[in-house]
């Protein structure tokens, strides 16, 4: 089980749900959150998961214009150093913005 990545994840998860004006790209950050929290327990290379998400966030943070705390901020860093460990393999040929790449196939992504 990876205790440190789902705390991570769970963390940003309760701060951003707490904010009171919540764009879509709140949501659909908050989406991606819930749905990396689902994979981390049988994920056999969290790291390339973090990558990913870590990606995404910032991608759409940049896009929607997105202005994350102190705190926050402190949250994605350290998963941008988890998400390090996969390497350049872990980012190649990613579209980061997109949101269903952490779906299964099938899965109804929410669209926001």
Known sequence: M???E???VNNLYKML??????SKDILNILDVLV?????????KTPEVLINKLNQYIRITASTGKIHFSNEEEELTIKLS???QKAG???SYMADFSDK??????G???PLR
């Open 100 to 105: 269903s790449q952490f779906y299964k196939f």
């Open 107 to 109: 899965e109804k992504v």
């Open 35 to 43: 749905q990396v929290n689902k994979k981390l327990d049988k994920e």
């Open 2 to 4: 990876n205790t440190t």
């Open 81 to 83: 150093i988890i998400g």
């Open 17 to 22: 749900e707490k904010r009171t004006n919540k």
């Open 6 to 8: 789902k705390e991570l």
């Open 88 to 90: 350049i393999n872990g």
